[in-house]
């Protein structure tokens, strides 16, 4: 079981977030601000942590900010995919394993995340930096095979480009999320092929 800390509260970046958020919602609807407020906790612990996870007394906040029961609360974090509920690593790899992914490679980027990032589906790599997580469709099968890290897609991946990212991320730098090969959204390789002047 993970060591769950025993206090929670929210900073000055999240009280502007929650305060957006709960803009949205009328007052006797504030409950409706359930997913938002969570995903804003998940950011503050990865701000703060360095791993963006959601604990149980941050749950119980959430409930109280919101007026609803704490099981309200726990049904949600524990229902979406998109809630950690254990420390991750400071980079958390979601590998699209879907069948568009997996016609176009997504067994090398799973490799690739092995054998440069020291992390396989479900763990933590020793030195902290990488969680890989298996998850379904993201959405971008156009530009298959997908890796999100964090909130960031990396598309048109293979091998050498995988192992060139997760290498750049141990470095601390950050590549431009999108199509890996230039890919213009979601026109084929090479480039659209309507629409172009004569």
């Keep these: 079981m993970t060591d769950q800390p025993t206090h929670f509260e929210f900073d000055a970046a999240s009280e502007a977030?929650?305060?957006?958020?709960?803009?949205?919602?009328?007052?006797?609807?504030?409950?409706?601000?359930?997913?938002?407020?969570?995903?804003?906790?998940?950011?503050?612990?990865g701000r703060l942590?360095?791993?963006?996870?959601?604990?149980?007394?941050?749950?119980?906040?959430?409930?109280?900010?919101?007026?609803?029961?704490?099981?309200?609360?726990?049904?949600?974090a524990s229902f979406y995919y998109m809630y950690n509920l254990?420390?991750?690593?400071?980079?958390?790899?979601?590998?699209?394993?879907?069948?568009?992914?997996?016609?176009?490679?997504?067994?090398?980027?799973?490799?690739?995340?092995?054998?440069?990032?020291?992390?396989?589906?479900?763990?933590?790599?020793?030195?902290?930096?990488?969680?890989?997580?298996?998850?379904?469709?993201?959405?971008?099968?156009?530009?298959?095979p997908v890796l999100q890290v964090d909130d960031d897609y990396y598309e048109d991946l293979d091998y050498d480009r995988t192992v060139g990212l997760i290498e750049a991320l141990k470095r601390g730098e950050r590549p431009p999320a999108g199509s890996l090969i230039g890919r213009q959204t979601s026109a084929p390789e090479g480039g659209p092929l309507t629409l172009v002047e004569g």
């Design 86 to 144: 254990k420390p991750i690593g400071r980079f958390h790899l979601q590998l699209c394993g879907t069948t568009p992914c997996w016609l176009r490679g997504s067994d090398e980027v799973r490799r690739a995340c092995r054998d440069a990032g020291g992390v396989s589906v479900g763990q933590t790599s020793a030195d902290g930096l990488f969680t890989m997580t298996e998850v379904e469709c993201i959405g971008a099968c156009v530009n298959a």
């Design 17 to 45: 977030e929650i305060a957006l958020a709960l803009a949205r919602y009328p007052e006797a609807k504030r409950a409706s601000a359930v997913m938002p407020l969570l995903h804003v906790v998940q950011g503050q612990m």
């Design 49 to 76: 942590t360095g791993s963006a996870w959601v604990p149980k007394v941050a749950m119980d906040v959430v409930a109280g900010r919101l007026g609803m029961a704490p099981i309200r609360v726990y049904e949600v």
